[in-house]
């Protein structure tokens, strides 16, 4: 992929503002998406990965919207993580050394889930 570490990004929850599934459709990105790619992209290989790549269609769905709100040209749509150097994700914890406790996995809420309970 080049000579420049990868950053994985998740697509729903993390550049858009997912609220779930619902009907499918995209929602608009994330305040400070489109300006925090720009300003990564000189730095890092970005891919942006999503379980929507899985339905047909989705790749080009993806790509489509990511144009229509000025995301930089050469972004790589996938639905495979790629061995990243880091990966930003909505419904992800950080290991620490330590092995969280299975009850916190259970009561993990994504940023926008306890947004919407505010």
């Known amino acids: ?3 420049k570490p990868i950053l994985a990004i998740d697509f729903d929850g993390t550049l858009h503002n997912y609220k779930g599934w619902n ?3 995209m929602g608009f990105p994330n305040e400070g998406a489109v300006e925090f790619v720009k300003e990564a992209m000189p730095h890092f290989q970005i891919v942006v990965v999503s379980s929507r790549c899985n339905d047909p269609g989705g ?3 993806i790509a489509s919207w990511l144009d229509q709100y000025g995301f930089p040209q050469g972004l790589l749509v996938t639905d495979q993580r790629p061995p990243a150097y880091v990966s930003l994700d909505d419904r992800a914890m950080t290991f620490c050394g ?11 809420d994504p940023w926008w889930k ?3 309970l505010r």
Not at 98 to 108: E, T, Y
């Open 114 to 116: 306890k947004d919407m």
């Open 23 to 25: 009907d499918g459709k």
């Open 1 to 3: 992929m080049g000579g």
């Open 59 to 61: 790749i080009e769905e």
């Open 98 to 108: 330590m092995w969280p406790q299975v009850r916190d996995l259970m009561a993990f």
